[in-house]
């Protein structure tokens, strides 16, 4: 008997699986670095000396909170100083009103006096001189009305001055407490108590605010028709996985409006509430983004795929009689699932669910050999619906 013959009579041992239906989501994945949502430098915009300083470095502060009082003496002097000229302005502000109601008295009367002056000039009863006199008082007096009308002008302005500089005054003393523009975390602190600022000079301190935050992203500009379908649906899942194996869920707020020529990537952008802080700004991490999830699909292990002249192939057992035939498949992608350790292959076309799938020993086969699982249980999962990703476990376990 020819060594062919032999091994088509001998059963062969080998593992399967069943192929399964299943779920499975549509993912794209890539390297992203975590960006705060919002960086703020905060400085003071008053020159003086720093009071105090009532935070710490890396605290998380709150908008509205104060971080630093710059010394606010120098600036309640200018405000004592400001109010004592309001008050003088507007004691010359009223005397000066005062004035012009007494020359408008005054001038009812020297102007009666000169009209009947010239009156009786004409009458040839006051004398000429008697008539100049009488109309120089009337002009002196429409003189003196003239310059207390400009005193109380002058005054007024004064005063509209003086109230000008105490509101700028008083909104430089809200600037002595110097608070946080935005919720987030404090970073170094760049002077102490008892130093002097200048205003609008360097930064007193960084916030940065990472809750929300940020992850940026590139996916190759391929994906970009199929990012932009889906996301027009709904907003897409994101989920960002740290070094350490921590992961978050956020959801994408950000499609770049061009590609990236030098890389051939368009910039994705992703928004995390980040309420227990896994995210930090600069971290690299795993990113995922969810475009669908595809229902009923067949899954195998990707070992059980192999690629042949006529392409890719599997081995698949006849429950009926235990031989195996050559299965030509069409593998869409790979899939691996969370806490899974193998990828698994998405069929498209070749393998139905529940077909038998050899997983171990095809080495030894050939079209029509007899098979002998090694796993018989595999039979029983397959027909019981059990998961690839289940059966995958069993089969390591057997081994």
């Not at 069943?18 to 703020?40: F, I, K």
């Not at 500089?165 to 600037?175: C, E, I």
């Not at 600022?197 to 809750?211: F, G």
């Not at 921590?246 to 368009?266: E, N, P, W, Y």
Request: charged share 20%; net charge negative; hydrophobic share 40%.
């Amino acid at each position: 008997m020819n060594p062919m013959a032999a091994m088509m009579m001998e059963a062969a041992p080998v593992r399967a699986v069943a192929a399964v239906s299943q779920d499975v989501p549509l993912d794209v994945s890539a390297v992203g670095s975590v960006e705060a949502l919002n960086t703020v430098d905060v400085k003071s915009r008053i020159a003086g000396e720093v009071l105090r300083v009532d935070f710490q470095e890396g605290q998380f502060v709150q908008k509205g909170e104060r971080l630093f009082q710059i010394d606010p003496e120098p600036t309640l002097r200018q405000l004592a100083e400001i109010q004592a000229d309001i008050t003088k302005d507007m004691a010359l502000e009223q005397q000066a009103k005062a004035n012009v109601v007494k020359d408008e008295a005054q001038i009812k009367q020297t102007q009666a006096s000169a009209d009947r002056a010239v009156a009786l000039a004409k009458d040839g009863i006051f004398s000429k001189e008697q008539t100049e006199q009488t109309v120089a008082t009337n002009e002196t007096a429409l003189a003196s009305l003239k310059a207390d009308q400009a005193a109380v002008e002058s005054a007024s302005a004064s005063l509209k001055a003086d109230r000008a500089r105490l509101a700028q005054t008083q909104l430089q003393l809200q600037y002595t407490d110097i608070t946080a523009p935005i919720s987030g975390r404090a970073g170094a602190i760049s002077v102490k108590a008892g130093n002097l600022v200048k205003d609008n000079d360097a930064a007193l301190v960084t916030i940065l605010q990472i809750s929300p935050i940020e992850v940026s992203f590139g996916v190759p500009q391929q994906l970009l028709p199929e990012v932009q379908r889906y996301n027009a649906q709904g907003p897409l899942l994101v989920s960002a996985t740290t070094v350490d194996g921590k992961a978050v869920t956020g959801r994408l707020k950000f499609i770049d409006s061009s590609v990236d020529s030098t890389t051939g990537a368009i910039k994705l952008k992703a928004e995390f509430e980040n309420a227990d802080h896994v995210l930090w700004p600069g971290q690299f991490v795993s990113v995922q983004a969810r475009l669908s999830l595809q229902k009923n699909m067949v899954v195998v292990p990707n070992s059980t795929v192999e690629t042949g002249p006529q392409g890719k192939y599997v081995w698949v057992m006849n429950r009926s009689n235990s031989t195996v035939t050559m299965r030509p498949v069409d593998v869409l992608r790979l899939y691996k699932a969370p806490k899974q350790p193998m990828e698994e292959a998405v069929i498209g076309n070749g393998l139905q669910p529940g077909d038998m799938v050899i997983t171990e020993g095809q080495m030894r086969l050939m079209p029509g050999a007899k098979v002998r699982l090694l796993n018989p249980q595999a039979t029983q999962l397959g027909e019981n619906g059990g998961s690839a990703g289940n059966q995958s476990s069993s089969k390591q376990g057997d081994s």
